[in-house]
Every structure is written in C-alpha cells, then in structure tokens.
C-alpha cells in the first residue's frame, strides 16, 4: 500500500522495513513505523513536538474522547460493510489513538497512520504493538504528500488535522469516502471561559472540496469532568489555546483542581465523485 516517496513505486515489506524495485529503502524504526517524509520536511520538527504528543496521549488515556474514537469506529464500519479488503489511511494520525481503536474494531481492514510528528508515530506503532494490533502500519509522512498510489485508498480519515483535499482526491478509490472530525461551535466552551474574558464559540469549518460530494454529517457533544490539576493542563497543552491565551488565562487555569466542559465533534462524510 505505502509508496515510495522518492520515485512513487511500490513499496514491498523486507526484514528490514519497506523498499521499491529501485532500491530506495525505508528502515523500520524498533517500534515499527517508517520515516516516509520527504526531503523538504525536517524529521526532527515536523509537525507537534514531544511536549504537545505526550499532553494528548496522557489525556486520551483518560477516556474522555472515547465516545469519539468509538463512533469512529462505528462510522467506518458503516461505511465500509460492502468493501471487502478495504485500506484505510488516517491523515495526521497524532499518537495513533483514533487509528489503533478503529484498528483494533475492524480486525478486517487494514489500517494506515500517517503524520508529520516522527515522536507521534513512534508512539502509535509501539501502542499497535504492545496491544496485539497486526492490521496497523504507521509512517511520518505529510497529509500534503501522501506516500500512496493514486485511487489506493477506499476510505481516509481526517481527525483534527489540515485537510489535504487535492491529495485525498488523489489517493481515494472512485466512490471512496472521506470523514473529516472537527470542534463543533461549544468544543471546550468551559475550558474557554476560564481562560478569556470573553469566550467564544467556534466558527464551523467549511471546506472547498472539489472532486468530493458530501454524504452526511452529525455532531456528538458531551459533557466532561477533569478530575486533576494534571488533566486539565495535559488539555489545554494539546489545544491551540496553549499558544495563544493571554498570561491570565493560563494562570486562572492553573489555578484549578477540577473543571467542567462540553465537549464537542462535527463528523462529516464525503464521497468522492
């Protein structure tokens, strides 16, 4: 399934990792993923850094985002129940916590996680492997460069990631499907109340999609506790806010034990034409 970055051919698994008949080789790194990045990216700081990959892992451990994975999952199957053999890529696949559950739901498919941040995918691969998951095969890899064959793929997944439209084009089977996850308008609206003076709902996300139609869409919102000062911040270190929050918002936060927010997901279904 993966493609050679270098010339595009085909990419054959060997003891060592993967190769093309041209003879580029892609070594396996000891947890099992690849390095598939392209010359232009730098593998040491694509995409989140080590920090922002451990806050989200500690966090999605917690649960509080299984409800999503798990209707996911159910998404996929839904999607794929008259597909035998079907390829799935998950496009900026973070820590691999959506990818392995989906994995590890539909033992039949086969599963493909690819992101910018090598520390991402170095922790998903060794996550598939330490629960038994054989389905799975993880990369660091660009949405924007996707390492696959054209109209290779029959289903791709975009959870909280940049949408690479001209390459999920690219990539998806004829009649293949597309599911974008996105904050819906009171994603973390408790969270944003103690940290602006003035919090405010998302914008909802549109996107420009030629070549696609789309197919469905709902939102799943829910209400969570964080139950530690630790939780909290493993949060808020994995949102943009961390990087834009004025100094006393982050202090109003820090300041907490606990905290009550909504959380919310916009699931939205394409079908390329």
């Known amino acids: 399934m993966f493609a050679c970055p270098v010339c595009g051919g085909r990419l054959k698994e060997n003891r060592f990792g993967l190769a093309c008949k041209k003879g580029h080789r892609f070594d396996a790194a000891a947890q099992g993923y690849v390095n598939l990045l392209s010359a232009r990216h730098d593998p040491g700081n694509a995409g989140d850094n080590a920090m922002m990959v ?63 941040a090598k520390s991402g995918v170095r922790h998903a691969a060794a996550a598939a492997k330490s629960a038994g998951i054989s389905n799975v095969r993880f990369a660091a890899a660009s949405a924007f460069e996707l390492p696959f064959a054209d109209r290779s793929a029959d289903l791709l997944l975009s959870v909280f990631a940049p949408v690479a439209g001209e390459e999920y084009k690219r990539v998806l089977k004829k009649g293949g499907k597309l599911v ?67 100094a006393g918002g982050r202090e109003r936060l820090e300041a907490l034990e606990t905290l009550d927010t909504r959380v919310g997901f916009e699931i939205m279904t394409f079908r390329k034409k």
């Open 180 to 246: 974008i996850v996105s904050p819906s308008p009171e994603h973390l609206f408790g969270m944003k109340g103690v940290l602006y003076e003035k919090p405010y709902k998302n914008r909802p996300n549109v996107y420009d999609l030629k070549g696609f139609a789309e197919a469905g869409s709902e939102r799943l919102e829910y209400d969570i506790t964080l139950g530690s000062h630790r939780q909290i911040m493993d949060l808020y270190t994995m949102t943009p806010y961390y990087y834009k929050t004025p």
């Open 54 to 116: 451990a806050a989200r892992t500690a966090f999605l451990e917690t649960g509080h985002y299984r409800k999503l994975a798990d209707r996911l999952a159910e998404t996929a199957a839904s999607l794929l129940k008259d597909t035998p053999d079907a390829e799935v890529i998950d496009c900026g696949c973070g820590e691999g916590y959506y990818t392995n559950i989906c994995a590890a739901a539909l033992p039949e498919v086969s599963f493909y996680g690819i992101d910018l």
